[in-house]
């Protein structure tokens, strides 16, 4: 079983949808958790922390399950430019000095 | 924020040939580089975590010999891949823990290089 597993996609929803990615961790011990945004051919850009309490920024919401060991990111009200490929990253700790693991990436087109 | 400049963007090289990737952090120090690799459709997968000053550390499958990786100082690190061949073709990324700005700072993310895209032909 890989360490993170995310659905690649494509997801193709049309704009203005609602569209939610969930992505699994193996390690129960995990402490630290976000999702990344990678434009084709470009770094990934963080796009949001995930708390143990859920968080919402804007359009976007994240959650956290630990006790099915999932984490999920919704967003509303899709744009045109929300398309881009979408990082999974779980973290061992809460340091920065830790090696950080990535999904696969769920890739997300958005269609006018 | 914290910046990490990586250069070059893009490089074409002919089989065979070294390439040399430098990523600097340039208003912090990076004690510790991540180096990744992320072949098309594939996550980023982590090859090596250089500390200044010391020798880096490789992740299982990967070359230490061929991939070098120098961190002579806390603002730059380099990796060279040597000798490379076609399947050596991929994007390469750095990316450097942020300093703390406090010391209750928590789930920090990660500063990452612009990437850099090889071609070995």
């Known amino acids: 079983r890989k360490e993170v597993e995310q659905d690649p996609g494509p997801f193709n929803v049309p704009e203005g949808a609602t569209v939610a990615f969930n992505c699994t961790y193996s390690?129960?011990?995990?402490?630290?958790f976000f999702w990344y945004r990678q434009d084709c051919r470009k770094e990934p850009k963080l796009l949001m922390s995930?708390?143990?309490s859920g968080n919402e920024d804007g359009r976007f919401t994240a959650q956290l399950n630990r006790a099915s060991q999932y984490i999920s990111l919704l967003i509303r009200d899709s744009k045109l430019s929300d398309s881009a490929t979408y990082l999974c990253?779980?973290?061992?700790?809460?340091?920065?000095?830790?090696?950080?693991?990535f999904g696969t990436g769920t890739k997300l087109q958005v269609i006018p | 924020g914290a910046v990490v400049s990586q250069h070059p963007s893009w490089v074409i090289c002919k089989s065979g040939t070294s390439v040399k990737i430098e990523c600097r952090s340039l208003?912090?120090?990076?004690?510790?580089m991540f180096w990744y690799r992320q072949f098309p459709k594939q996550s980023l997968m982590l090859m090596a975590t250089?500390?200044?000053?010391?020798?880096?550390?490789?992740e299982q499958g990967v070359e230490k010999d061929k991939f070098l990786i120098n961190h002579a100082s806390l603002t730059l690190s380099t990796l060279t891949v040597t000798s490379a061949h076609p399947e050596d073709s991929s994007f390469y990324i750095c990316?450097?823990?942020?300093?703390?700005?406090?010391?209750?700072?928590?789930?920090?993310?990660?500063?990452f290089g612009q990437g850099t895209r090889l071609t070995v032909v």
């Open positions: 990316s450097a823990p942020p300093v703390r700005a406090r010391p209750t700072n928590y789930n920090t993310e990660a500063f």
């Open positions: 208003d912090f120090q990076a004690t510790t």
């Open positions: 390690n129960s011990a995990s402490q630290s």
């Open positions: 250089s500390n200044e000053g010391s020798k880096a550390t490789y």
């Open positions: 990253v779980v973290k061992p700790g809460t340091g920065g000095y830790q090696k950080v693991t």
């Open positions: 995930v708390y143990s």
